[in-house]
């Protein structure tokens, strides 16, 4: 089996690295030359960031993909038909104004019948395409509101084609000020946020932390919206400090995290609770802090404890964590869940579907979607929110490890919004672990 370029590129082997080299004007088509006798070929397009500022979350996008691949090796059979399934992977670089060249490429160029989205920036331009022409999409890895109100709709309204699951704004901060009201602080909260579409979600005055922080009598020291190339943030942490902000949130990326607190030690700005969405995703992030990052709470999309299954491989979340970490020699991460989830998702669709090369019939099948997957229920069949599926998330953090193969554990300390899944400890303040 191999790796072929579409009959758009050079008819070459590309690797990942060269995928990613090679930039968001690639693709890499990934065919099944076994099934020439099939009686058709469904088109997948997957748009991911593969390298730039979002890279780690695209980190596992290989080889999950190399999982999916291994699955459908021998077709997909729908209504007596065998199908091959051929993938043209993109990567956006993590760049807003790419996502809107490799949704064009996907939709125009290489004519695809399905679209796949692993990247919160991408997801709106990819969207708005595949709406006009007709493709159905599917999204996630952003809050579903900056999904739904970011493109200008409304939750009773949706969209034609494109669809997406993910939690919400809301879930996190129930999860948020479900750990802060149980702990005892000045209820002062500074924040600052990203200026993108997951962080003007998380900014909303009335869906976002300023709403859930007026609601639960906190005082916010709001700092606004920050660039992405953003390397400075001593305005952010002097005004924390000045206003006596016992806890940290907003959302950012891990590279920003990580100045803010190296300016914030320098400052003397010692807050009791970390509590941020975004940069504590990743185990490589919490590391590189080294001492300093034993304590910092996150949102939780997915760790090898959630108690679902793999509706492609049958692997528990336990399971599909121990053979990342085990092929690669690195810890899981939280992406990895969801990006195979948007392969169970596209798995279901094509099945679902009366006729997986209608267009239509596919958008019908997602529309009608209730799936058990690696990440949960995805449930568009059943969502008060038109296109939207709503999955279960919690929320917890990070311990140094006792014994453990790798530096840092992820503890889920809060469960709120996802009683399914279990709690492991107590949340803790900073000062309680030094």
């Known amino acids: 089996m191999t790796d072929r370029c579409t009959t758009h590129d050079r008819l070459e082997t ?33 748009i991911t960031a593969l390298s730039g500022v979002r890279a780690n979350f695209g980190e596992a996008d290989q080889w999950t993909l190399d999982k999916f691949r291994a699955a459908v090796k021998n077709g997909v059979s729908v209504g007596g038909k ?21 949704s064009s490429e996907a939709v125009l160029r290489d004519k695809v019948d399905l679209v796949l989205v692993q990247d919160g920036d991408a997801a709106g331009p990819a969207g708005q395409l595949c709406d006009v022409h007709g493709i159905p999409m599917i999204s996630t890895m952003m809050p579903w509101q900056a999904f739904t109100f970011g493109r200008g709709s409304t939750p009773d309204k949706g969209f034609p084609y494109s669809f997406h699951f993910f939690w919400g704004a809301d879930d996190v901060l129930k999860n948020f000020f479900g750990i802060w009201n149980g702990q005892k602080t ?51 942490v002097s005004a924390m400090k000045a206003g006596g902000a016992q806890i940290v949130s907003g959302f950012a990326f891990a590279n920003h995290f ?47 404890n959630f108690p679902f299954k793999s509706s492609i491989t049958g692997q ?4 599909l964590a121990a053979e990342w970490e085990k092929s690669t020699g690195k810890q899981w ?3 990895i869940g969801y990006g195979h989830a948007l392969w169970e998702t596209a798995l279901a669709a094509i099945k679902g579907a009366a006729d997986p090369k209608s267009r239509k019939a596919l958008r019908d099948a997602i529309a009608g ?59 803790k303040p900073m000062s309680a672990l030094k």
């Open 14 to 46: 590309l690797t990942r690295r060269r995928v990613i080299a090679a930039g968001a004007g690639t693709a890499a088509s990934l065919s099944f030359p076994a099934l020439a006798q099939a009686r058709g070929t469904i088109k997948i397009g997957y």
């Open 82 to 102: 065998t199908y091959s399934i051929e993938v043209v992977l993109k990567d956006n670089q993590s760049d807003p104004n790419r996502s809107q060249t490799v």
């Open 186 to 236: 000045n209820k002062v909260l500074g924040t600052f946020y990203i200026d993108n579409p997951p962080g003007q979600a998380f900014a909303d005055p009335n869906t976002g932390l300023p709403g859930g922080a007026k609601g639960n009598g906190y005082k916010e020291i709001n700092t606004g919206f920050f660039k992405i190339a953003t390397n400075d943030f001593s305005t952010q």
């Open 258 to 304: 990580a100045t803010f607190w190296k300016q914030a030690q320098q400052a003397g700005f010692k807050p009791e609770l970390v509590t941020m969405a975004g940069p504590f995703l990743f185990p490589s992030a919490v590391q590189s802090m080294g001492d300093a990052g034993d304590g910092m709470g996150t949102e939780i999309w997915w760790t090898p």
């Open 316 to 319: 528990s979340a336990k399971e």
């Open 333 to 335: 991460t939280q992406p």
């Open 369 to 427: 979607m209730k799936l058990d997957s690696i990440v949960g229920s995805i449930n568009f069949k059943e969502s008060p929110i038109k296109s939207i599926a709503v999955t279960p998330m919690v929320s917890g953090q990070w311990r140094k490890s006792k014994g453990g193969k790798f530096p840092y554990d992820l503890l889920i300390t809060h469960n709120g919004t996802a009683p399914m899944i279990p709690v492991e400890a107590d949340y």
